[in-house]
Antibody, heavy 115, light 106 residues
Framework: EVQVVESGGGLVQPGGSLRLSCAAS????????MHWVRQAPGKGLVWVSRVNWDGSGIDYAESVRGRFTISRDNAKNMLYLQMNDLRVEDTALYYC????????WGQGTLVSVSS | SYALTQPPSVSVSPGQTASITCSGDNLGDKYVCWFQQRPGQSPVLVIYQDNKRPSAIPERFSGSNSGNTATLTISGTQAMDEADYYC?????????FGGGTKLTVL
């Protein structure tokens, strides 16, 4: 059974940091691209970042480049998103998703940025 | 930056065919995925590589992509198909989602 479980969300002040984690099982995690996708309350899906199977290929959305860092640990089947210099507009439900076609999604972890 | 445009809402009667469009410059040259998101739930992949269906998705879901427009078609629409639908593609190395279409079955 495929399981994708995000954690690490919470309430943080503007300028603060959070580290999101994603635990994956039931599929070939170490061979697939993995993504972070976010969804602000009542809004649509927005792609945030992706990492290839061995971590050597990484891409970011323009809105988070330089502030967010994606990484993975294939030995633990874990995906991470280090988020620094958080802004109010980063408030969203953050989903971890597995490729090749965003086939596998978690339930999301909520990040709220507010003073 | 590259943008995908979807109609905000589409309405369909039960048993009829629903079509949801997604427009972007030369979109036909790219692969498109479609996702269904019911209220309070995570997105579910319903179409990938323009017209392929994951094994768990009913045959009434189909897709096409040509020119500047990709289309998700739901034949014999059922009440359970009422949801938000998002198209997705790639602009070089950046993922792009459409703004989403709320499908109402009434």
């Amino acid at each position: 059974e495929v399981q994708v479980v995000e954690s690490g969300g919470g309430l943080v002040q503007p300028g603060g940091s959070l580290r999101l984690s994603c635990a994956a099982s039931g599929f070939s995690f170490s061979t697939l691209w993995m993504h972070w996708v976010r969804q602000a309350p009542g809004k649509g899906l927005v792609w945030v970042s992706r990492v290839n199977w061995d971590g050597s290929g990484i891409d970011y959305a323009e809105s988070v480049r330089g502030r967010f860092t994606i990484s993975r640990d294939n030995a633990k089947n874990m995906l991470y998103l280090q988020m620094n210099d958080l802004r109010v507009e980063d408030t969203a439900l953050y989903y971890c998703a597995g490729s090749p076609n965003f086939d596998y999604w978690g339930q999301g972890t909520l990040v709220s940025v507010s003073s | 930056s590259y943008a995908l445009t979807q109609p905000p809402s589409v309405s369909v009667s039960p048993g009829q065919t629903a079509s949801i469009t997604c427009s972007g410059d030369n979109l036909g040259d790219k692969y498109v995925c479609w996702f269904q998101q019911r209220p309070g739930q995570s997105p579910v992949l319903v179409i990938y590589q323009d017209n392929k269906r994951p094994s768990a998705i009913p045959e009434r879901f189909s897709g096409s992509n040509s020119g500047n427009t990709a289309t998700l078609t739901i034949s014999g629409t059922q009440a359970m198909d009422e949801a938000d639908y998002y198209c997705q593609s790639w602009d070089k190395t950046a993922g792009v989602f459409g703004g989403g279409t709320k499908l109402t079955v009434l």
